[in-house]
C-alpha cells in the first residue's frame, strides 16, 4: 500500500482565482461558489466570511512597505466554516474598498486577496503572520509583478515559488 505524503502547501491550483467583481461582496460571494463545488469550504462559509469582515476587516495598507504597492486584504473565517488549510489568492480586476484592519473606520482600495482557510485553530494567526511576513520580506518589485498577474496558473506558481512555509 502506497502511503500519500501529506501535502503541506498553503496553495492548491483550483483555490487561485481573478474576479472582474466591483464588491466585496460579489466577489466573496462568486469564490465561495467556487471553493464550495471543490470542497474547500462548508455551505455556512459566505455568510460567515461576510459578517466577520464587517466586525473585523482586513483590509492592510502597503504603503508602509512601498507606495508602489496595492493595498490588499486579507478575509478569513473561523475553521468551523472550512475544511482545509490553504491561502487562496484573489486578484482583483477593479479595486474594491475594504476597511482596514489597522483603523477600521479607514476605507481602503484594494487589488489583491489572501483569503485565509484555516480548518486548525492553533494555525489562523500563524498563517496571517506567514502572510505579512511574505508581504514584508518579498522584493517590491516581485509583489509588483504579482498584483499584476491576471492568470491563476501565473499566481499559483509564483506563490509555490516566493512563499515561504514556516
Known amino acids: 500500500?502506497?502511503?500519500?505524503?501529506?501535502?503541506?502547501?498553503?496553495?492548491?491550483?483550483?483555490?487561485?482565482?481573478?474576479?472582474?467583481?466591483?464588491?466585496?461582496e460579489e466577489v466573496l460571494k462568486e469564490v465561495y461558489g467556487k471553493l464550495l463545488k471543490a470542497g474547500y469550504v462548508?455551505?455556512?462559509?459566505?455568510?460567515?466570511?461576510?459578517?466577520?469582515?464587517?466586525?473585523?476587516?482586513?483590509?492592510?495598507?502597503?504603503?508602509p512597505i512601498s507606495k508602489e504597492l496595492p493595498n490588499v486584504a486579507i478575509p478569513h473565517t473561523e475553521?468551523?466554516?472550512?475544511?482545509?488549510?490553504?491561502?487562496v489568492p484573489i486578484a482583483l480586476k477593479h479595486p474594491i474598498k475594504?476597511?482596514?484592519?489597522?483603523?477600521?473606520?479607514?476605507s481602503l482600495e484594494v487589488k489583491f486577496l489572501f483569503?485565509?482557510?484555516?480548518n486548525d485553530p492553533e494555525g489562523q494567526a500563524n498563517v496571517l503572520a506567514q502572510?505579512?511576513?511574505?508581504?514584508?520580506t518579498t522584493p517590491v518589485k516581485d509583489l509588483i509583478r504579482l498584483f499584476n498577474l491576471t492568470s491563476s496558473k501565473e499566481i499559483f506558481d509564483f506563490m509555490s515559488e516566493n512563499f515561504k512555509q514556516e
Open 131 to 136: 502572510i505579512m511576513g511574505f508581504l514584508s
Open 1 to 24: 500500500m502506497v502511503h500519500m505524503t501529506v501535502a503541506t502547501s498553503l496553495f492548491a491550483p483550483d483555490a487561485v482565482f481573478t474576479s472582474d467583481k466591483t464588491s466585496k
Open 79 to 87: 475553521g468551523e466554516f472550512v475544511n482545509a488549510r490553504l491561502i
Open 98 to 106: 475594504f476597511q482596514n484592519m489597522i483603523a477600521p473606520d479607514e
Open 42 to 63: 462548508k455551505g455556512n462559509f459566505l455568510s460567515h466570511i461576510i459578517e466577520r469582515e464587517e466586525h473585523y476587516p482586513t483590509g492592510i495598507d502597503t504603503s
Open 115 to 118: 483569503m485565509i482557510l484555516n
